[in-house]
């Protein structure tokens, strides 16, 4: 759904390694006792600390990117992102300039998106189920959040040659639809670039990298939550 | 009237510091009453934030059943594991299993909706949160809380779902210690009137919760109306002002409409910045009036105030008023009542002014002079006065006096002896017997009863010299004489026999010298001079007679003081000429 469709296009699987090292922001940011976010907040001993770590879920949160380095057409038809549970699915979104997007209301109570600092996607009530489209209109990073959810951020990334999108699961594996031609993948959580530029030479058949798995996740000295074990 | 004057001025002090008292009692009272609101606010806050954190615990201890389900840890562990879609079967029975649960917990501590959520945040199953029932793919993964559960955590949080505020808390539901927890259990409980209630009975406050700029739920004690917290509705929009709410998430104790203090306090959570909140509040026990200071009293505090000071005091204040009243006004105005009465019955000629004090006694001199001047138009002359109803009491045996001498039964009176000089038919007393005294005045016919000169008709404002009643003859002598020793008694006292005796008999021989004649003649002189400068009547007045008062004045100090001769003078004494006797010893 989220992958454009590309006529004979090949597959390109990959794996990513480190992704259950990069700390969501807003669950890192909701543990610090000064944010006020709960009146108490404690471990749960029978979890193992490595657990602990508020780190994102890669399914949602990790974008991969196929960039190419032609001119890439937006699609046809809106991407569609839903909006509930305290987040937009996907988290993080790289398309190409032009493309639509669809946001969808999956919650039984309404929300209220809005880009920071962008005018054009105001703050306005989605009640269930509603839709609201919008295209970003120019290349850059805009974050979405939700007046009615402080929990919700989203970032999406408008770049130049977007081919192909796509996330991995929870064990790192992804995989890519693309055209024939000469990528480069790159990693994008909570609206930044993470790891290595990872090129990629398509043809017509399937390309296989699980066999290098790509370090996504930030060095651990920078990425590691403050008091995220507090 | 001084007294009566000082009780007024002391009275109405009394009344200013009274009232004065009362409105800072109103002003101390306000302050104190508003200070022990705001810190009773304050306690309430703390109260109700404790409340909240201790209601959280307890929910989450509940959960622990829940994540310690076999069914919700197995149904869990298996749609963790598909991160396609979870079987019906998997949805169902852990459905089934959150409501039996929620079933078997406490009624106080029941939540609104409980959730079973996976790995990837699905909501697995789900009871209480029936606007959710149809929504496929229901996710809660992004949320803080959830996420913390999902990953080890037990904490609260409180959110604002379509304004309605949520008290919610997450424990992870773990199967193996060697993998993440397998999902997590969440507990809503919303915030309702019944909430309120629950909190404000356990906590003592009247608790308000608002959200979206309404209340969405309030409560207060017995006995205190919760509607007071439906004034906070118009203030709510002020809180964004409020830097301390802001940046504290409490505000200062407010007043509102002037009879209810509040603080208003975030809700920790996702709550604490979507303007959700709970306030307290107490009524502000303020009086606008002094008065209103009663009102607030109840039976046991007004009965339980000395009282009987108070009567002592309105006793003592009313009785002292009365007293200098009576004293002041009452005494003297029926005195005066009395002596116009005997006037009016002839009893007496003039006012015994010496029975007066004060204003009164000008009252009565005046009344006495405007007498004698009617009577002066009419040609009636008016009694010799006695020289106690001018200068006042006369002590009976003045130690010091030149003119003092014995009375009752000692004196010449009660010896039946005739006293030398003119003697005069006796007047009515009101007191004690008393020697006579009159004014050596000429009168202006011998066949005048009192056998006083009477004044001059044009006569001045001398009161007129009056005959007291005696029982017999006494030494008469001018009651403008004084002794030098005592002021006040110009005289006059009853005159031993052997005085008298020695007097008629010519004993004192000393008298008849010439410079004492030349002396007294100057005397009289300078006393007719005087006389006329006082304006008194001076017709009548001879040396002759004047010189008779003077030997026996004389010959009675002598007698008494043993001195060798006596020595008078002239002098003026409420506006009258008056005479001195000293005595000269060497």
């Known amino acids: 759904m989220l992958v454009p469709s590309v006529a004979l296009a090949a597959t390109v699987k990959g794996q990513v390694k480190g992704h259950n090292e990069l700390i969501n922001p807003v669950w890192e940011e909701s543990a610090r006792p000064d944010n006020n976010r709960y009146t108490w907040r404690e471990p749960s001993p029978t979890v193992r600390s490595e657990f602990r770590r508020l780190f994102g879920l890669a399914p949602k949160e990790l974008c991969i990117a196929g960039i190419s380095a032609g001119k890439v057409e937006a699609p046809k038809v809106p991407i569609l992102v839903t909006v509930g549970g305290g987040r937009t699915t996907p988290v993080t979104l790289v398309v190409a300039p032009g493309t639509r997007l669809r946001f969808r209301n999956n919650d039984p109570y309404k929300h209220r998106l809005y880009a920071v600092g962008e005018n054009s996607l105001p703050p306005a009530d989605m009640a269930m189920a509603a839709e609201r489209d919008w295209t970003a209109p120019a290349v850059g990073t805009y974050e979405l959040r939700d007046e009615l959810a402080p929990s919700l951020r989203s970032w999406v990334i408008v770049k130049e040659g977007v081919a192909s999108i796509g996330y991995p699961n929870r064990k790192g594996q992804f995989f890519l639809t693309l055209e024939p031609g000469e990528y480069k993948l790159e990693f994008f959580f909570a609206g930044k670039t993470i790891g290595e530029l990872k090129g990629v030479s398509v043809g017509a058949r399937d390309v296989d990298l699980t066999r290098d798995p790509i370090k996504v996740a930030l060095p651990k000295e920078k990425d590691a939550p403050k008091g995220a074990e507090k | 009237m001084l007294l009566s004057r000082f009780w007024y001025l002391i009275l109405a002090l009394a009344l200013g510091a009274a009232v004065g008292g009362l409105f800072l009692a109103n002003t101390v009272y306000n302050r104190a009453s508003t200070e022990s609101m705001e810190q009773a606010l304050s306690a309430d806050t703390q109260v109700v934030s404790w409340y909240i954190n201790d209601d959280a615990r307890r929910r989450s201890s509940l959960l622990l059943k829940v994540c310690l389900d076999g069914t919700i840890r197995k149904e869990l562990s298996k749609a963790s594991s598909k991160d396609d879609k979870v079987p019906q079967d998997v949805r169902d029975k852990t459905r089934n299993a959150l409501a039996k649960l929620v079933e078997e917990m406490p009624r106080d501590y029941k939540f609104s ?474």
């Open chain 2, 113 to 586: 909706s409980l959730f079973a959520i996976d790995q990837l945040g699905r909501v697995i199953g789900q009871v209480g949160f029936d606007q959710a029932a149809g929504i496929e793919n229901f996710d809660m993964g992004g949320y803080a809380i959830v996420a913390d559960a999902l990953h080890g955590w037990v904490r609260d949080d409180a959110w604002v779902l379509d304004d309605r505020i949520y008290l919610v808390v997450a424990r992870p539901v773990e199967v193996d210690t060697a993998q993440m927890p397998a999902g997590a259990v969440v507990g809503l409980r919303i915030i309702d009137t019944s909430y309120a209630k629950q909190l404000s009975k356990r906590s003592g406050a009247s608790v308000g919760f608002f959200a979206g700029g309404t209340v969405k739920a309030k409560a207060a004690p017995e006995g205190v109306d919760p509607t007071q917290l439906d004034t906070i509705v118009a203030d709510i929009k002020n809180l964004a002002n409020d830097e301390n709410y802001k940046e504290k998430g409490k505000s200062q104790p407010k007043i509102l409409m002037g009879d209810i203090g509040v603080i208003y306090s975030k809700i920790p959570g996702e709550a604490w910045d979507l303007g959700a909140g709970y306030v307290v509040g107490r009524s502000a026990s303020v009086v606008k009036t002094p008065l209103d200071l009663v009102k607030l009293a109840d039976d046991k505090e007004k009965k339980s105030q000395p009282w009987w000071i108070v009567g002592l005091v309105v006793l003592l204040s009313g009785g002292l008023g009365l007293l200098f009243s009576v004293l002041e006004h009452t005494r003297p105005l029926r005195t005066l009542k009395a002596e116009a009465e005997k006037l009016a019955k002839g009893e007496i000629d003039m006012l015994q002014v010496s029975k007066f004090r004060g204003l009164y006694r000008k009252i009565a001199s005046d009344l006495n002079d405007g007498t004698d001047k009617v009577a002066a138009k009419g040609g009636v002359p008016r009694k010799a006065a006695d020289l106690e109803s001018v200068l006042g009491p006369i002590p009976a045996q003045p130690e010091m006096s030149a003119f003092s001498f014995p009375v009752g039964g000692e004196g010449p009176a009660s010896q039946g002896k005739p006293a030398s000089g003119p003697v005069r038919p006796p007047a009515p007393r009101d007191s004690g017997p008393r020697l006579p005294v009159q004014m050596p005045a000429p009168k202006p016919s011998p066949e005048d009863k009192p056998k006083m000169p009477a004044p001059k008709p044009e006569g001045p404002k001398m009161p007129a010299p009056r005959i007291s009643e005696v029982k017999a003859p006494a030494p008469m002598m001018d009651d403008d004489m004084e002794a030098e020793d005592d002021d006040d008694a110009t005289v006059v006292s009853a005159v031993p026999p052997e005085i008298l005796e020695a007097s008629a008999t010519g004993a004192h021989a000393a008298v008849e010298e010439a410079g004492e004649i030349s002396e007294w003649h100057n005397v009289f002189q300078e006393f007719v001079r005087t006389k006329k400068q006082c304006g008194e009547p001076t017709t009548g007045l001879t040396f002759e007679k004047f010189q008779n008062t003077l030997r026996k004045n004389r010959d009675q100090l002598i007698s008494k003081t043993k001195c060798k001769r006596v020595k008078f003078t002239v002098y003026v004494k409420d506006g009258r000429a008056a005479l001195k006797a000293s005595p000269v010893r060497s």
